[in-house]
């Protein structure tokens, strides 16, 4: 069975300071990866996602993310960090068989 | 292009009484659809999935029910509530293993 480890589950930071938020995953298959992000009271948003190719991974708002088959890793990352980021953000694996299995989730809270 | 509906946006329910959430997906046929609930301050759980018209699969035992009447509509059901229940609940539709779409999410207060 597939797991994932979001070893952090609140990151303080200020604003237009970097963030990195960890992912870790388990699984015997190959696998496929995502991370969510989740504003108050709303649905989860795709940020982005890993599914072959280049292992550094753009995705929306300025984060990129960075697929580690060797450390089993898909850490999050965003060079200079807003307001508007704060938020919740799960990482999620997938592999044929199976359902998407997320991480307990990280909450972002950007300081001014 | 496809989209999910899901409502209502809040709920706030007795104990004891029953509970009815819909879920709809446009855009796109034959989707296999999810219910998730995240507690407070806790992550998400898959509740039930479906990859068909009527075939519902749970992954846990609980007091909620799912049922599938059409192909893009998914219903989650309590016959009667408990404070346990409580949550904020996201339909989700995934046509791919390319990711899932989820909608925008029901926050349920049972009292």
């Known amino acids: 069975a597939q797991s994932v480890t979001q070893l952090d589950s609140q990151v303080p930071v200020f604003e237009e300071a970097p963030v990195e938020l960890r992912c870790n995953y388990s699984?015997?298959?190959?696998?496929?990866l995502f991370w969510y992000v989740q504003y108050p009271n709303q649905g989860l948003q795709l940020l982005l996602k890993?599914?072959?190719?280049?292992?550094l991974v753009k995705g929306i708002n300025g984060f990129e993310a960075e697929f580690n088959k060797s450390q089993t890793s898909f850490h999050l990352r965003k060079p200079s960090v807003h307001i508007s980021d704060t938020a919740e953000y799960f990482c999620a694996v997938f592999s044929y068989g199976q359902n998407f299995v997320f991480g307990p989730g990280t909450r972002l809270s950007v300081l001014p | 292009s496809q989209t999910i509906h899901q409502w209502p946006a809040t709920l706030v329910q007795p104990v004891g009484s029953p509970l009815s959430l819909e879920c709809t997906v446009e855009?796109?046929?034959?989707?296999?659809l999810y219910w998730y609930r995240q507690a407070a301050g806790r992550g998400l759980q898959l509740l039930f999935y479906?990859?068909?018209?009527?075939?519902i699969s749970s992954e846990v035992p609980q007091n909620l029910s799912a049922s599938r009447p059409q192909d893009r509509q998914f219903i989650l059901s309590s016959k009667k509530l408990l404070l346990s229940d409580s949550g904020f609940y996201l339909c989700?539709?995934?046509?791919?293993?390319?990711?899932?779409?989820f909608g925008s999410g029901t926050r349920l207060t049972v009292v």
């Open positions: 855009g796109t046929s034959n989707p296999n």
């Open positions: 699984s015997s298959v190959s696998v496929y």
């Open positions: 890993y599914l072959s190719g280049s292992t």
């Open positions: 479906s990859v068909g018209i009527g075939q």
């Open positions: 989700a539709w995934s046509g791919t293993l390319r990711s899932y779409t």
